[in-house]
């Protein structure tokens, strides 16, 4: 039987928020979340780039951003690192067709040019963000130092909207969400965990409009506004309860997420 949620007293929401992470937090629930995208690659490489992709599509169905990851990658049949250091600009521009709700075509191709220009002359995803965080010591100015390097090639305004400001209030759910995948390690074979230089316990969870629902209603979250302030202060609630891994609990949300009309 599903529990109600309501306001809890704090040991009943870590227990639901232990129940439900556990059950989730399982390789049986992959095939139908985004992060099945970047399970299909083994070369650490391919990994990040498949999940960055991946979790720049991840709004909407998520049938639908599963499926339309993989027609992007399909494309790139030696693996997405590969047709990186190696496609040409028409190459490249050949992805001028792809759309996913409001990430189009001329998005695609800057993209996959910033990433190239990242594994080219920057190192890559993983040396970027570990660089970030070296410097700067947390999550937030990691986020700006990538979205600074992402954008230091010329780019269109329409972009923008796709890697997340957090200086313009963006809650940076899906940057956070990749994040999760790259940085967070465990026994369980979900996440991945192949950036060693990022502590899981700095980690920001990823919310959502359905995330922000289940926190308010289990007390977690005051803040009305789905946004960066309200990520800080769900995350910072979150870390009372395991300060060494406190996104785990973004199993937990999703899965309270997913009881649908007890949620109403």
């Known amino acids: 039987m599903q529990p ?20 989730y937090n399982r390789k049986g629930f992959i095939d139908h979340d985004p992060v ?3 399970h299909q690659y083994e ?6 780039i498949a999940g960055f992709i991946s979790a720049t599509l991840a709004w909407g169905q998520r049938p639908v951003i599963i499926r339309n990851a993989n027609i992007l990658l399909e494309s790139m049949p030696d693996g997405p690192y590969e047709f990186l250091m190696t496609a040409e600009d028409y190459q490249i521009e050949s992805f001028g067709g792809f759309k996913h709700r409001t990430f189009n075509g001329t998005d695609c191709i800057f993209f996959l040019k910033s990433l190239r220009n990242i594994y080219i002359h920057h190192g890559g995803l993983k040396k970027v963000f570990q660089e970030g ?4 010591g947390n999550i937030p100015d990691t986020i700006r130092h990538f979205r600074n390097v992402f954008f230091s090639i010329p780019f269109p305004g329409r972009t923008l909207k796709h890697v997340p400001d957090l200086d313009k209030g963006a809650a940076g759910k899906r940057i956070n969400m990749f994040l999760r995948w790259m940085v967070r390690r465990d026994d369980r074979g979900v996440d991945f965990g192949i950036w060693d230089r990022i502590p899981m316990s700095e980690l920001y969870i990823p919310l959502d409009l359905h995330a922000g ?4 209603e289990l007390g977690l979250l005051k803040r009305k506004q789905n ?7 769900l995350t910072f609630k979150l870390r009372e309860f395991d300060r060494k891994d406190p996104v785990k609990y973004d199993y937990a949300l ?9 949620m109403e």
């Open 213 to 216: 629902r289940v926190a308010r």
């Open 36 to 38: 099945s995208v970047p």
């Open 254 to 262: 999703f899965g309270l997420s997913a009881m649908g009309k007890e």
């Open 227 to 233: 946004d960066w302030r309200a990520v800080n202060q």
């Open 133 to 136: 965080f070296s410097i700067y």
């Open 43 to 48: 070369r650490a490489e391919d990994i990040e």
């Open 4 to 23: 109600k949620i309501n306001i809890l007293e704090r040991t009943e929401v870590y227990e639901l928020l232990e129940e439900y992470y556990d059950y």
